[in-house]
Structure formats: structure tokens, C-alpha cells
């Protein structure tokens, strides 16, 4: 006999189920998109985050994405408890990663929504602050640009040649002719600048951002341990480099 209470009925219970499974995975907590480049793409972006903030992460799937959550390094994590998303046969090893709070230059079609509800039109939005989180390998690039330009002074073009490559980030020269100045020309960004983009944040991140803890509170902010949800303090074994 199979086991009656593993299974739901129903649509609705589908939905529930869905919402619950995302709320369990602390879905909720990761309000930013991440800055992503495929193979044989670039993007041009900037880094708004001069200091690489630094934790043991454990990648795991929620739904078809790829979600990253802070290993809490004791008996405790619920991360470690989880199996490879990739191969499920092993366990859920955590790894060092970086993270970066970076500006997206790259233009994408999105739904038009007014109040919450697609129009059923499309726009196109670009210059969207974006989280970034690399591996060891890449973090060893970005810190030969950090230290050769400096990260937040200027505008770099991220490219990835293969799969099993890491991100290479070119400085740019000048400011592209389709693009505003304003964000992206070879200097540090403006206060009023700065302030411009982070109104385009959401709500609950805006605040936060004009704070103490700055853009860096934003960054961090993203990451909890697996199976937690809803937390704006800093989660447990996040270092500052
Ligand atoms: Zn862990």
C-alpha cells in the first residue's frame, strides 16, 4: 500500500503545496535577481560592492532554479542535510563562494504589470541591481581587476567562454553610446546616482540601503540557511572579507 498522507489532491492543494515548498526552501528571501551569464554571453555591469562578502554556500534547486543558502558550518544546517541537487546519490557539500552587489546594463523583455497585474504587454527594463555569487575560480579574477582598476570606478563587460570556465570581466573604455552616462561612464558613481537605482529597488530593501549597513546589508540579506525564512539580520557564518 502506498502511503496515503505523502500525496494531495487537487489544484489548490498543488498551489498550497508549491507556496509551502518555496516558504520551506526560504524562496522568499532572495528579493533580487541573480546576475547571470551564459555560455558564449556577456553583459555589461558594474560592480556596486568594492569588498567580496565571503561564506560556505550550499547550492540547491528550488524548483527548476538553482538557489544559493548560507551553510550554518554546525550539526545544525539543514543545507548539509540536503543531497546534491545535481546527484542526488550525494550529500549536499558546501563550498566557499563570493558575493557581489552589481548593476545588470543588459536589456530584457519583461510583462508589463500595473498594480501586481501583467497587462499583457511587454517592456523593456535594463540597469537592474542584480546579486552575483561566484566560486573560488572566478573570485581569483575579479580580484586581479579589483586590484589592477579597483571594482566600483568603472564599467567592466563579464564574459564566459565554456561551461567549466569562469567569469572574465574586460574594463571597459568610455561609456557605450545606448547607455546613460550617468550609471555608466569609467568613474565611481554618484551619490545621485546611487540614490536613483536604489529607489528601483523593492520596498523592504530601500531603507536598508540608505542605512549604516548600506548596499552590503542588501547583499547580505539574501542569504539565509536553508529552511529558514524571512530574516534581515545578518545569518550565521557570513564573514566579511
Ligand atoms: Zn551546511
Avoid at 498550497?16 to 524562496?27: D, L, M, P, W, Y
Avoid at 535577481?33 to 534547486?61: C, N
Avoid at 547607455?179 to 531603507?207: G, H
Wanted: include cysteine.
Amino acid at each position: 500500500m502506498f502511503n496515503k498522507s505523502l500525496f494531495s489532491t487537487g489544484f489548490e492543494s498543488l498551489k498550497e503545496r508549491e507556496v509551502e515548498q518555496k516558504q520551506k526552501a526560504g524562496h522568499f528571501n532572495q528579493g533580487l535577481f541573480s546576475f547571470y551569464v551564459p555560455d558564449g554571453g556577456e553583459a555589461l555591469m558594474r560592480f556596486l560592492t568594492e569588498k567580496p562578502v565571503s561564506f560556505m554556500a550550499h547550492t540547491i534547486k528550488v524548483g527548476k532554479a538553482p538557489r544559493t543558502f548560507v551553510c550554518t558550518e554546525n550539526d545544525e544546517c539543514m543545507g548539509c542535510k540536503q543531497s546534491d541537487s545535481y546527484d542526488p546519490s550525494k550529500p549536499n557539500r558546501a563550498s566557499l563562494k563570493v558575493a557581489f552587489l552589481v548593476l545588470d546594463g543588459r536589456e530584457v523583455e519583461v510583462d508589463e504589470k500595473v498594480d501586481g497585474k501583467p497587462t499583457g504587454k511587454k517592456k523593456v527594463i535594463t540597469d537592474q541591481i542584480k546579486i552575483m555569487v561566484r566560486g573560488v575560480n572566478d573570485a581569483a579574477n575579479i580580484q586581479r581587476s579589483a586590484v589592477k582598476y579597483g571594482l566600483t570606478n568603472g564599467t567592466y563587460t563579464c564574459f564566459k567562454n565554456g561551461a567549466k570556465n569562469p567569469y572574465n570581466f574586460e574594463r571597459e573604455v568610455g561609456c557605450p553610446p545606448s547607455k546613460d552616462a550617468k550609471f555608466w561612464s569609467q568613474e565611481p558613481l554618484s551619490q545621485e546616482a546611487l540614490n536613483e537605482l536604489i529607489e528601483k529597488l523593492p520596498e523592504r530593501y530601500r531603507e536598508m540601503a540608505k542605512g549604516e549597513g548600506g548596499l552590503y546589508e542588501v547583499l547580505c540579506s539574501q542569504f539565509s540557511p536553508y529552511g529558514e525564512t524571512a530574516t534581515v539580520e545578518e545569518p550565521v557564518g557570513l564573514k566579511r572579507l
